[in-house]
């Protein structure tokens, strides 16, 4: 017998009512009982990206809403200006590559979020690009980028700032018409709470301008034009069939989110998030990032200890199932999640499944310490009684 | 939001693949289909119980088993000793009192576990009494009585030894027929992760033959007699209506502890009691037992900590439910559970409650300490990584 503990960045753990929602009979989507629950969904989901425009639901991975964006609003011989401080950053120039489109890389070391000010070069050198595209929240390294400071550098200028927030959407507070933001996207299996399948967008009106003076969009399948016409109120529908269980998931999970308030949805994941990283902090694990996500953290391995064999060991021996790293953190890094379902319990059990790996694999660890440190921090989520 | 953890002893937590086998749509119980589960079931059933006599499935609760089991073996005006160390033992003389049979009381302080010698008095006393009656793990005070040397006292002579096993079988090691076991009680909602509505009964050749000659057993719903005749193999049905949906979960759950095998279950068992009772020492909590069972751990909270209040808050602000004392422990102890579809994580996820419920209720506890005492020992359930 062994439990499983699914605590990597994506796909995260899906709340037992959600899965009972979804194993319910499915439904036809052409018919008045899927467009109630849609039209339901749509305005939840713009409710969450604080937004009064349109948002969409795409029946894709949060890549497929990444190269929508990307198709949308830019055409063949455009120019775009994309961060890579990551492996997510680096797939919009793949993304461009594909299309022949000008893509501007700001490149930033592993671990670093970009600066403003090289985002500011950037567009001072390319007056002509479209949009600045930016992960919110850059997983392979755990890493915040300062999207607000972005979006201010692009609100009065003829030119988009298009967020993958895939891991930030539903974990910090990102208020889009507040900020700025023209597209901001996300996948189900993140703070969504739900399996892979169905990407979300929000989107600007600004950004609807840019993508109906698209020249030439280059694809048929996600032609967000085609899909605001039928997603709207009165239509509540997709222009292609949609997945269907995701999306009454979607409208579970918003559900949730809500009557949680997004205020203590907030705070919750900020206090997991640090009581992570006062855990590793305790057991002397050095952070991978120094602008530390709240949706996910990274720490380095000890160098002494088999990286590669310590990642495989946690999910095959002990049941539980962190991330690795990429590239050149491959074997070097664990990533461990806390954005969706998870609460104080799971932090605790982060911290005592790295202390026994640790002991097993022969490093000096003592039992308990980085637990403590994170009951510590974590202990705030609940009030203090008086005698 | 709050995540749920059930760590009580009873009900105890059912694994998804149980849940979803149970949620398959209903068989009807006089069909083929039904006989080939419940015959498949009933083998599984004696080899946990380690007999070649005959095992029974009842539509009832452990007390119902219980009741059944004085009722088939004794009548009006017959004499039984039974062992009272705890409210379940307690029970024994409440359904005697009932039927008018006289019962020999043994009174055990609470926390203590029966001596031999009691009993072996109670036998010279009362050399007329047909049978004892004793928990195998008396739940309100998680305490283990020696069943083994009790059934060896009854073994030669016209007496049987009737053992409550609900929180014992699956969980400790206890040959019954190796024993001299005579007929051997569980529950469904204990050991085999299942719902309650299900008991379980093994019953010697030795009890066959006492409850055959019971000139006048006073139930109709219970008669074992009645049961026997369809349980058996051939028949592979129940007299009455069965609860279908337990035994085909009894069916998965019993495929479940073969597959990691009897020994690792119970060497599980043993390694997670063991933990848990390493961290509440190292936090000073006091055991309510001085024989402290397999399945459960009874301590105690703090005199200068509100005890009800205590439980309550784990409850319903922390989302841990703990079971808490009974009639003098009422408000004294909390008893945490280690049976079933239980592992280590959930050891320390005990502690991490425990401790963090302490310093909200500002007694002064290091956090940490209980969880790494339990890690230190848990930790061997992993095996060592040679560098």
Redesign the interface.
Known sequence: ???Q?LLSPGPTVIPEQVLLRMAAPIIHHRTPQFSKIFAETRTMLQKLHQTTSDTLMLSCSGTGAMEAAVMNVCTTGDTMIYVNAGKFGERWGNIAAKHHIHAIEIKVTWGDAVTVDAVKAALDAHPQAKAVFVQASETSTTTENPIQAIAALTKDIDCLTVVDAITALGVIDMPMDDWGLDIVISGSQKAFMLPPGLATMGISEKAWAMIESNPDCQTFYFDLLTERKVQQAGKDTTAWTPAISLIVGLNEVLN?MFS?GLD??YA?HTLLAKGTRAGFNALGMKLVSKVPATSATGVFIPE?V?GG?FVK?LRD????TFAGGQDDLKNRIIRVAHLG?Y????V??IM??V???L????YPV????G???A??V??ER??????
Do not use: H, W
Request: proline fraction near 2%.
């Open positions: 017998m062994m439990k503990y949730m949680e203590q949805l919750r002494t088999d064999a060991y021996v002990m049941g539980v379902y609460d104080v319990f799971d605790c059990n005592s499944a202390e026994i790996a002991n097993r694999f022969g003592q039992m308990g310490v637990v403590a440190a009951q510590t974590l202990a609940f009030p203090k009684v008086e005698a």
